[in-house]
């Protein structure tokens, strides 16, 4: 292998793909990323065996092969590197790297022994704009459990209600909801959540589409240049749309802003109670928000809002100010029933997304 | 006790004086900031026994008292509110906080219980220049000693020659020594790092002047409405001027960002080697760098210098980093003698300033 590629696409590459590459996994090439010439580009992998990422660059190649070198070492030191070209030359299994001023060799660990993941063979394939899907994805994905005990939570639901895609999360303590795009054909699987965050963070801000293939045992994400692929969660996923209220006896509108602000501050004189906080919506007074810590004190914080109906409910302060800070438009519809039952943000501005919070007992 | 205070004054004056406060220690009182009247004033204090810092604010007082309430919820609290007039109302030891939208009770313990530190009574007082000074201690606090095998090193030593105050600091690995203005008398004191490290913190960019005041036991160092007071560390600091050498068979002037960078490149591949680095002045080629991971690989790096004599020593990368990265100007002469004996670092553009780094063996 021989070949010419400058630092800042390489260093742009191993930031997307080194991240999966996991140094304290037992098997030490895990800990590796895969270089390897294809025509005149550079591939650069990585993998910890349920998720894989694949960046390919522009390289003058003079003279193709591979080679797996240590991941961590490798972002560090071209990152470090000043914007020039690199020449990556192989010899002896150890990776050459010059430029005016530096020169290195890495040792490397030969490419046959880097467990790649299997291609999709047979497929179904869609296509969904970038900048919807990452928003939307990014309201969803924070939900997911991060509890190993109930392996379907910790996935995101991909599934479509007719040629609606739609994905959705949940912990069992919260969910969230939302639109993501036309599938064309009807979509039902389930993507581990860390593929998902891992997703979020390849898809930049100028890509146009991202094209979904999967199977029965993966899903392959296509961004531009890079590709990710995960091997599915296996299992029935939660019949979550039967928890969904469609009436409330009170629904309290105001402005984001405020209640996140006032759940902000009630929060921390919930610390002592897991985060226990109680809202209350008056017609006369508007939304407030109590909390009491017996050791430390106790507070009310009030912000007007327009309610219909009234009555009060009990939250962790967590969920909803995770919820809030996930919406993007200025208000917000606090919606409920009694005190048992799930509460549902949701806003006009935003009307794919949807997010449940379970009450707590009061 | 009743008054108003202003939100951006009070969290202000919390952020300064609360880390000190430290919500582990076994007598719960030191998790507490102490709030007190003085005259149309409201001071602010944390302890932690060996540290004492006071914010004095402007506030409208109606009533006079004092309370001591947690640091941690009080700052985050107060932090999380919109900026408007707070009323603070003490009934019952509860401490009563309320705006427009917030309505709080914080349970508060006795002021009376508050570990006051003694006041300085007969002490040499002194002024420094407050930007100068912060950024001498700056250049000299980090190379302080965390072990707390030998206490003394735990210190920044304050000392002068002649009428030249000067404070240094070393971990026996490293020395930094920089002056830091005029005393008027001979000053011989040693302050924990972790005091000069909050003192740093205290300094602002508008502060005109410090006012140093020092007796066998304490220092008191008074920075426009805020004033910290520490205890001083007891024991003889070592005689740490005979080992800075005052010839050197080489010296490299460069660029001070070039021998950075290289340093830092230089740096990923000698963590194997607990950081060892080699560096080689050379009047042909300049200085490089050179770090052998036997089990990843290595690298060489160079960059431009002019060179009087040559040769080449082996030092921690971290050390010679760090101390890099103190100085501001672009320029940097690297010096030294044998194998064997420490080099220096210092610059034309701060003749104030000196830096002195032992080599590995190598």
Not at 218 to 223: H, N, W
Not at 243 to 263: C, G
């Amino acid at each position: 292998m021989k070949l010419q590629v400058t630092q800042a696409n390489l260093s742009k590459a191993l930031g997307t793909v080194a991240r999966v590459a996991n140094s304290r996994n037992p098997l030490a090439i895990l800990s590796n990323v895969l270089l390897k010439t294809e025509k005149n580009r550079l591939s650069i992998s990585a993998t910890n065996l349920d998720i894989g990422i694949t960046h390919l660059v522009g390289s003058k190649v003079e003279k193709e092969g591979s080679i797996t070198v240590p991941a961590r070492l490798m972002q560090d030191f071209v990152s470090s590197l000043p914007d020039s070209v690199l020449n990556l030359e192989l010899t002896d299994n150890k990776l050459h790297i010059t430029t005016d001023q530096y020169e290195s060799s890495i040792n490397g660990i030969l490419a046959d022994d880097f467990p790649v993941m299997p291609a999709i063979k047979e497929g179904v394939t869609w296509k969904i704009p970038a900048a919807e899907f990452k928003k939307a994805l990014s309201q969803v994905v924070f939900a997911a459990s991060a509890d190993d005990a109930r392996p379907v939570l910790n996935g995101v639901y991909f599934n479509s209600v007719g040629s609606q895609a739609v994905a959705a999360a949940t912990d069992s303590y919260r969910l969230a909801e939302n639109k993501i795009g036309k599938s064309g054909k009807a979509v039902n699987f389930l993507v581990p959540a860390s593929a998902a965050q891992d997703l979020l963070r390849i898809i930049a801000d100028n890509d146009k589409e991202v094209i979904v293939t999967h199977d029965d045992q993966q899903v392959l994400f296509t961004v531009g240049d890079v590709s990710l692929v995960a091997r599915l969660i296996e299992g029935n996923y939660p019949d979550y749309r039967k928890l969904i209220p469609s009436k409330f006896s009170t629904v309290a509108k105001l402005a984001r802003a405020d209640l996140i602000n006032i759940a902000k501050v009630s929060s921390l004189f919930a610390r002592e109670s897991a985060g226990s906080i109680t809202i209350k919506a008056d017609k006369n007074t508007g939304v407030s928000i109590n909390a009491i810590a017996s050791q430390l004190g106790e507070n009310t914080a009030k912000a007007e809002a327009k309610i219909t109906g009234g009555g009060e409910i009990t939250l962790n302060s967590r969920y909803l100010i995770e919820a809030l800070s996930a919406f993007s438009s200025e208000d917000i519809d606090f919606c409920f029933n009694g005190k048992l039952e799930p509460i549902i943000l949701r806003s006009s501005g935003e009307p794919n997304y949807l997010h449940l919070i379970m009450p707590l007992r009061s």
